[in-house]
């Protein structure tokens, strides 16, 4: 993994998978995964893998068999790789069998993109594309196909609050993961409402 990584700006570098890792054991932890043979590891893995891409050569798969991986893990966890992005949701290609582990491994991935860590992830991220920061003539794209939604560079970076990480509170698909989507959103509508009165010079 981290080798993959290397190379990749800030927002998606190995940090953010070894976070997510640590984010989707705690939160399987709070759902008492743990308590499940075997559940530990399908959460552990695919967070590990998430953003590896699963398509090319194989490298996932390869990957579990070379590990020997059991069959009906490798299966759950190949379901959790190829199935948390965003965009899934947007196109409408959600994980329509969303077993716990998914789940929890999903919730972690947009957990660090949320929040503290989700704004400054954010603003790297824009960054590393030469976007531009905040214009406000350009307005969000409420309603985005994954086609749209895939056109980073024609939105600025502040927009990408109201295209995606706003929306992800709403998105959890745990108990745990919704407890702690709370603190993170109220922490952006913060950061924004702040933003937007220096931008305009009255902070």
């Not at 559940?39 to 090319?56: N, R, T, W, Y």
């Not at 309603?143 to 295209?163: A, W």
């Amino acid at each position: 993994m981290e080798k993959h990584m290397r190379g990749n700006d800030s927002s998606h570098d190995a940090w953010h998978v070894f976070r997510v890792r640590d984010l989707a054991l705690s939160l399987a932890r709070e759902e008492g995964l743990d308590a499940h043979p075997g559940s530990m590891e399908i959460v552990e893995l695919p967070a590990l893998l998430h953003d590896i891409d699963p398509f090319e050569e194989k490298s996932v798969e390869n990957f579990l068999e070379e590990q020997g991986v059991e069959e009906s893990k490798k299966i759950k966890i190949l379901k959790i790789v190829r199935g948390m992005g965003f965009k899934n949701e947007i196109k409408g290609l959600a994980e329509t069998e969303v077993f716990p582990e998914f789940g929890v491994v999903q919730d972690a991935d947009r957990l660090d993109a949320i929040g503290a860590i989700g704004i400054a992830r954010c603003f790297a991220f824009g960054g590393s594309r030469n976007r531009v920061l905040h214009d406000p003539a350009i307005q969000p794209r409420f309603v985005l196909s994954q086609e749209n939604y895939m056109k980073k560079e024609e939105q600025t970076t502040l927009n990408h609050f109201y295209e995606k990480l706003l929306k992800l509170k709403d998105l959890m698909k745990t108990k745990a993961g919704q407890r702690r989507a709370e603190k993170g959103h109220k922490f952006m509508l913060e950061y924004l409402e702040e933003f937007y009165k220096e931008w305009d010079g009255q902070a």
